[in-house]
Nanobody, 131 residues
Framework: QVQLAESGGGLVQAGDSLKLSCAAS??????????MGWFRQAPGKEREFVAG???????FYSDSVKGRFAISRDNAKKTVSLQMNSLQPDDTAVYYC???????????????????????WGQGTQVTVSS
C-alpha cells in the first residue's frame, strides 16, 4: 500500500502563510494516475474536505478556503502541496493528505470531496493558528 507523509505544519499567527507538503511512496505511474486531496480535522469536529487535484491538474476547494489556499502536484517528485495564505484561527486542525486509486483523467468536486474516494491516508500534520 502506498504510504503518504505530510510535512510543513506548525504554529503561526493569524494572517500568516504556511505550505504543507505530502510525499508518496508510490511509483511514478501510480501517483500520476491518482487524484490527491487534502482534508483537515479540528478538535471535536469531523474530518472535512479542504482541497483536491485531479490527474489533469484541475483543482477543487471547499468554500471555507477558496481564494486563500492553493493545491498543486508534482508528478515527477510524487508530491502534492497545499499553500495556505491568510490563515485564520478557524484553520487550526490536523491536516491529512490522501490518494485515490487509479481514476479518470478528470474528476468532479463531489468525487474528490468524498472521503470514501480515497484509498491511502497520511498520518497528518498539525497546523495551529493563533489570534
Amino acid at each position: 500500500q502506498v504510504q503518504l507523509a505530510e510535512s510543513g505544519g506548525g504554529l503561526v499567527q493569524a494572517g500568516d502563510s504556511l505550505k504543507l507538503s505530502c510525499a508518496a511512496s508510490a511509483s511514478g505511474r501510480t501517483f500520476a494516475e491518482a487524484a490527491m486531496g487534502w482534508f483537515r480535522q479540528a478538535p471535536g469536529k469531523e474530518r472535512e474536505f479542504v482541497a483536491g487535484i485531479d490527474r489533469s491538474g484541475g483543482t477543487f476547494y471547499s468554500d471555507s478556503v477558496k481564494g486563500r489556499f492553493a493545491i498543486s502536484r508534482d508528478n515527477a517528485k510524487k508530491t502534492v502541496s497545499l499553500q495556505m495564505n491568510s490563515l485564520q484561527p478557524d484553520d487550526t486542525a490536523v491536516y491529512y493528505c490522501a490518494k485515490t486509486p487509479r481514476v479518470a483523467f478528470y474528476a468532479t468536486y463531489h468525487y474528490l470531496a468524498a472521503q470514501s474516494t480515497y484509498e491511502s491516508w497520511g498520518q497528518g500534520t498539525q497546523v495551529t493558528v493563533s489570534s
